[in-house]
């Protein structure tokens, strides 16, 4: 199946720096999703980003699909933006998301 | 909408007892999916339905584990006897078709 590995897995920032997050996966896909799992526990949407580039506010994704990798940038890191980030990708010729293994995010203050 | 809507938050239970955790999924959407999620495995795919369906159930750890689906905004999954290995945080997940899924908050079960 799908390999999907994300970059690097842990990463302590200071507030008010710049991060980019990288997913690497092994197989073409029609879509990737990003999300940011909260200190709580919730998997709340961030993109949804077969290919090109989507921005909302500081944060901001690009999926180049052809060479298999999708990125994702945080600027101006704030405290609340703790916590881990997943990229998923959907199995091939299935529908079920393959889950990367996370980006830890701290952001100190 | 109000999302997806999992219950309960928190499931402490005995080994050897039934536990069900329960999903309503958005409204409209067709697609169901069961995960679930430890410091070892990470978030692994349980089972997933299409339009009450179920597609692929290989990821149901064991027999002990089964899920339906008897309606577009309604799905269980129980797990008869738990065991402590079973503790983790279960999501449920629903998408509208191949388009974006959305998570729960989720259901986190421990085993004693």
């Known amino acids: 199946g799908i390999q999907v590995e994300q970059s690097p897995p842990d990463l302590i920032l200071q507030e008010g720096a710049n991060s980019t997050l990288r997913c690497n996966f092994s197989?073409?896909?029609?879509?990737l999703q990003w999300f940011h799992q909260n200190p709580w526990g919730q998997l709340i949407n961030l993109f949804y980003i077969p290919s090109g580039t989507k921005q909302n506010g500081r944060l901001s994704a690009t999926t180049v699909a052809t060479e298999r990798y999708s990125l994702l940038y945080i600027s101006s890191s704030q405290t609340t933006d703790s916590g881990v980030y997943f990229c998923a990708v959907p199995s091939k010729g299935a529908q079920k998301l393959v889950f990367g293994q996370g980006t830890r995010l701290t952001i100190n203050p | 909408d109000a999302g997806v809507i999992q219950s309960p938050r928190h499931e402490v239970t005995e080994m050897g007892q039934e536990v069900t955790l329960r999903c309503k999924p958005i409204s409209g959407h067709n697609s169901l999916f069961w995960y679930r999620q430890t410091m070892m495995r990470g978030l692994e795919l349980l089972i997933y339905?299409?339009?009450?369906?179920?597609?692929?159930d290989s990821g149901m750890p064991e027999d002990r584990f089964s899920a339906k689906m008897p309606n577009a905004s309604f799905s269980t999954l129980k797990i008869q006897p738990s065991e402590p290995r079973d503790s983790a945080v279960y999501f449920c997940?629903?998408?509208?078709?191949?388009?974006?899924?959305?998570f729960g908050q989720g259901t986190r079960l421990t085993v004693v």
């Open positions: 997940a629903s998408s509208l078709r191949r388009s974006e899924a959305f």
């Open positions: 339905f299409n339009n009450n369906v179920p597609i692929d």
């Open positions: 197989d073409s896909v029609n879509n």
